[in-house]
Structure formats: C-alpha cells, structure tokens
C-alpha cells in the first residue's frame, strides 16, 4: 500500500480503528520518512537496481521515475540496438507520469491503486505524444554544451516550475528543446526512460541545489487558477501543495473570528487536502519573515501539530450526527463550503475551534517563552481559500 495512503487510514482511523496518541506517533513518524524507508518494498527487478536497462518491444521495460523539481536535473545515459535487433536503429523515449510510488503502470487495478496519471511522450528525436498534458512545445536549440557529448551518448536537463516543465534532450549532433504546460500544479512530474529496440547503459542523475528563478521556462498556457472572485479582507490564497501559499497575518486576540470559503482542488485525493491555521510569531508579522519562529498548525480534519518546544498542544476531536464518513469529508471539501474558526485567548492558551462537515475540532496549545505578538494565517494542501474576512478584533 502507498505510503500516503497508509498515513490516510491513521487519520481516518484516529479515536476508533487506532488510539488516538499512538495514531499521532505514527502520523509523525511517516511525516518524518521523507525517503520512505519505512514502507514494505517489492522486490526489485534487474532494470531497477542497475544502470542497464534493455528494451524490445515497445515499453516492454520502463526504468524508475526520476521527480523533477524546481531545481535542474541532468541525466546521462548510452543508448544504442538491443542485442536481440541488432542494426535496427534505437528508438527511445520518455514518459512522463505522476503516480503515488514513482512508477509506471499499465494494469487497471494499479493505475485506480496509485493514481498514475501519464502526461504524455517525448521521443529523443523531439517528437512528442500529448496525454494530460495541456499542451507540449518544441523547437530545436543551438547550445554549445553538445560538443562534450559523445557519439552514443544522451544528456537529458529537465525541471519544473509549477504547472510549466522544461526538457532538453542534448546528443552530439542536435539538441531538442519541450516546454511543457501541466494540467495543475499540484501532481508531481516523473521522467521514466523507455522506447523501442534500445539498450540503455550508464544511467545516472545529478540533482543541482540551484533553485531555478520562477519566470526560468519561457509560460506556453495560461496559470490555472481557482481563486480569480472577489476577495474579503484580505487576499484569496491558493496551496497547490503543502503549504505553497499562506494568507496575510493575523494578530490572535482574544475572540477573533476568521471566516472563509475553501474548496479542494479537482486534484485532491487526500483527507489532509484542505485547509490549515498557522500559528507563528514574526518582527514583521509574516510568515517566513525576520525572526520567525513556526509555533503550531492545525488541519481542518482535525491533525494538530507543534513544531517549538515553547508549545505544548491538546487537540479534542470529535465526530458529530453530520459526519457522513471520509469519503463523504473529502466530496464536501470538492464542493466547497463556508468555514469559520474561533480563537479563545486566556493567559499563555490559545483555544482554536471550528465545526466542519461533520468534525468538531477544538485544539489548545499552550505557549511559553514567547514574548512577542502571535498570528494566525491561513493555508493548507490542494485547496482554495477566498472571502476571508476577520470580525472580533480591530488587528487585521
């Protein structure tokens, strides 16, 4: 089972199927395994635990996917026949796909089971087959980088930038250039090598630690956005991951009310894709602005974390007569609903509460060796927030 879908069944299952403390351990432990070492792994076949791969038929071995990001990453590789086609010319490929364990699939039972969702193609000639993908641009490129290719030898430069990648294909003789406009923002982008009549030898990936400037891949299609209505108080906010966006600060008093509208993602497929309250103090009353310090957040769905020793937090969670089932959560959060979360302030607590789609939240962290002004801001995963307005204090 995906590791994501296991930390599901731990939300999901908090208070009845698992206790609740040691469902939070869990939860913590899987948030923390951001190499996935703790998940139960099939055995591995000969193309994914060595550099060669050979491929007959067409797709007939696909190597494992390689994440691309926000920083460049460059694979090199050797490509020519299979030996079984010799002096048939190689014709090789890539695939580009999401999926929630990194891999290509073609059954119906995997595809449903791990959300593979395939982009599209690009062959190594520049050619390019549209799946998901919006739309796929491509044009041939001078560089001076091919005259340190050698002959038979391919390098592949590939990142991504929100809903925009970019993949150059660069052999001794030509380099080819795709721009690549994404569906959303929110999947993520896998590059699998495959093709037809080919044997790869040499592979390997180097990862730069340069992050790329936004406006780095030249935009093909129009951003995708879900938050172009009128705004409350302050500015809508869209998270299409974890935590990409957060809303502007607000100073937490003693009645404070935040009300807003959210509506998950078409993407979202998740418990936890929805709406979250930041608490953190800062100089400037920012999130990630001077001197900031990450004090606690808390998910709609009722997950409460404390991230400074200076916390100490009590969440209560409970089920109501409206609460339909997770299932019945997660299609409520598609089609959007009016939130409002309460802040009570006595002594160093601060008590948040909010009621949604059948789960009461009301969560208490206490805060010491804090001396400078706490704020609340909205964010979240996959989720949408607009009309945000904000009643009880005269700090906005």
């Known amino acids: 089972i995906p590791q994501q879908k ?3 069944e731990f939300v ?3 208070g009845t199927q698992f206790d609740p403390e040691y469902a939070r351990h869990m ?3 899987i948030d923390v395994d951001t190499e996935y070492d703790m998940q139960a792994r099939e055995e591995l076949s000969k193309s994914e635990t060595e550099t060669d791969l050979i491929i007959t038929e067409y797709r007939s071995a696909v190597s494992e996917g390689i994440l691309l990001t926000n920083s460049m990453t460059t694979v090199h590789m050797n490509i020519m026949s299979d030996e079984e086609a010799t002096g048939i010319t190689p014709v090789p490929s890539m695939i580009l796909f999401d999926s929630l364990d990194g891999k290509v699939h073609t059954t119906e039972r995997k595809i449903r089971d791990l959300l593979y969702f395939e982009y599209g193609e690009i062959w190594f000639d520049g050619r390019t087959v549209t799946a998901g993908a919006r739309k796929m641009q491509t044009k041939a490129i001078k560089t001076a980088a091919a005259a340190t290719v050698k002959s038979g030898e391919y390098r592949i430069e590939a990142a991504r930038i929100k809903d925009h990648a970019i993949i150059r294909i660069i052999t001794r003789n030509k380099t080819s250039e795709v721009i690549i406009a994404l569906p ?3 999947r993520f982008l896998y590059i699998g090598f495959t093709g037809e009549h080919c044997r790869i030898s040499g592979l ?11 406006g780095y891949i030249p935009r093909i299609a129009e951003e ?8 409350g108080d302050i500015p809508n906010i869209q998270a299409d991951g974890y935590r990409t966006a957060h809303s502007d600060g607000i100073e937490i008093t003693d009645g404070l009310k935040i009300t807003f509208h959210t509506m998950s993602l078409p993407t979202a497929r998740l418990v936890w894709h929805c709406p979250y309250i930041d608490l953190y103090c800062s100089d400037d009353g920012k999130v990630r602005g001077a001197n900031y310090r990450d004090l606690m957040f808390m998910r709609i769905d009722g997950e409460c974390w404390d991230y400074d020793p ?6 209560s969670v409970t089920q109501t007569a409206e609460f ?9 959060n598609k089609e959007g609903f009016d939130c409002t979360v309460t802040f009570t302030v006595t002594d160093n607590s601060i008590t948040i509460s909010t009621e949604n789609a059948g789960i009461s939240v009301r969560n208490t962290t206490t805060i010491t060796d804090v001396t400078r002004r706490i704020y609340a801001a909205l964010t979240g995963d996959q989720c949408a927030i607009t009309n945000i307005r904000i009643s009880g204090t005269t700090n906005k």
Request: include cysteine; charge should be negative; glycine fraction near 6%.
């Open 6 to 8: 296991v930390r599901e």
């Open 310 to 315: 200076a916390c100490a937090t009590e969440p």
């Open 184 to 186: 959303d923002s929110s």
């Open 27 to 29: 939860l913590h432990l």
């Open 324 to 332: 339909g089932g997770w299932e019945a959560w997660k299609d409520k």
């Open 204 to 214: 390997r990936t180097e990862k730069s630690e340069i992050v790329l400037p936004a």
């Open 224 to 231: 995708i956005s879900y938050i172009n209505v009128p705004a």
């Open 12 to 14: 999901k299952g908090a």
